[in-house]
């Protein structure tokens, strides 16, 4: 299954999950996870959270930031990857002076 992000329409969602800023997404959804396409503005996060039902896995693009999982900062740059496993929380930060792209795919589990 082909899925184009190009196509889709962006939904920008303010302090998403607690978070500050902006998260402008695109993405796919059905009942066996999302796949994101996403960008987090200078100063924006997405808030701290627990991963219930689901792990997430997110892959930088392009400007830097950091994840803080489980209570521990990991800064991130474009080409790396988070992970967090289900049962476990995390958060992504943009502290950096650009936009903070990245894929992340979120399966049910």
Same mark, same amino acid.
């Not at 999302?34 to 689901?54: A, D, F, Q, V, W």
């Given at each position: 299954?082909?899925?184009?992000?190009?196509?889709?329409?962006?939904?920008?969602?303010?302090?998403?999950?607690?978070?500050?800023?902006?998260?402008?997404?695109?993405?796919?959804?059905?009942?066996?996870?999302?796949?994101?396409?996403?960008?987090?503005?200078?100063?924006?996060?997405?808030?701290? &959270?627990?991963?219930?039902?689901?792990?997430?896995?997110?892959? #930088?693009?392009? /400007? $830097?930031?950091?994840? %803080?999982?489980?209570? @521990?900062?990991?800064?991130?740059?474009?080409?790396?990857? &988070?992970?967090?496993?289900?049962?476990?929380?995390?958060?992504? #930060?943009?502290? /950096? $002076?650009?936009?903070? %792209?990245?894929?992340? @795919?979120?399966?049910?589990?």
């Amino acid at each position: 299954m082909k899925i184009n992000f190009d196509e889709m329409q962006d939904t920008v969602l303010k302090e998403f999950k607690g978070g500050t800023g902006f998260l402008t997404a695109r993405m796919h959804t059905d009942n066996l996870g999302k796949i994101m396409y996403g960008r987090l503005e200078p100063g924006s996060s997405i808030g701290i &959270h627990t991963h219930e039902t689901n792990s997430e896995i997110i892959y #930088i693009l392009s /400007g $830097s930031g950091k994840a %803080v999982y489980d209570d @521990v900062q990991e800064k991130l740059t474009a080409g790396e990857c &988070h992970y967090c496993p289900k049962g476990h929380a995390h958060s992504l #930060i943009n502290d /950096g $002076s650009k936009g903070l %792209v990245f894929f992340a @795919v979120v399966p049910e589990q």
